[in-house]
């Protein structure tokens, strides 16, 4: 079975730095594309950032500069790395994986619908 679990999370103060991890089991990363979104209580999940099979990245307007996504193809591990964090960056992380064959998806792959495979979150809040 393919899951993902995420980690790195916590509490910062705006302007700090933390880094996201995500650890796949049953999965390739080097295959398919993955991505990070986020979440807020009562509003849609968003996209923030995302790696593709042959990786390239791309990244939501929100936190171009700020942030960075990897991943380690020997370890089957996705990273993002935040920095200059904001209040308005608070929000549950959520790292995702597509499903072999997809058919249809998008340019920057930044919807969630492109993806088949989610992790738990891992809660990120930063503070003034």
């Known amino acids: 079975q393919v899951q993902l679990v995420e980690s790195g999370g916590g509490s910062v103060p705006a302007g700090g730095s933390l880094t996201l991890s995500c650890a796949a089991s049953g999965y390739t990363y080097s295959t398919y594309a993955m991505a990070w979104f986020r979440q807020v209580s009562g509003k849609e999940r968003e996209g923030v950032a995302s790696v593709d099979s042959d990786g390239s990245t791309n990244y939501a307007d929100s936190v171009k500069g700020r942030f960075t996504i990897s991943k380690d193809n020997a370890q089957n591990t996705l990273y993002l790395q935040m920095s200059n964090l904001r209040p308005e960056d608070t929000a549950m992380y959520f790292c995702?994986?597509?499903?072999?064959?997809?058919?249809?998806?998008?340019?920057?792959?930044?919807?969630?619908?492109?993806?088949?495979?989610w992790g738990q979150g891992t809660q990120v809040t930063v503070f003034s």
């Open positions: 995702a994986a597509e499903a072999a064959g997809a058919a249809v998806v998008t340019s920057l792959r930044l919807d969630d619908w492109e993806y088949e495979y």
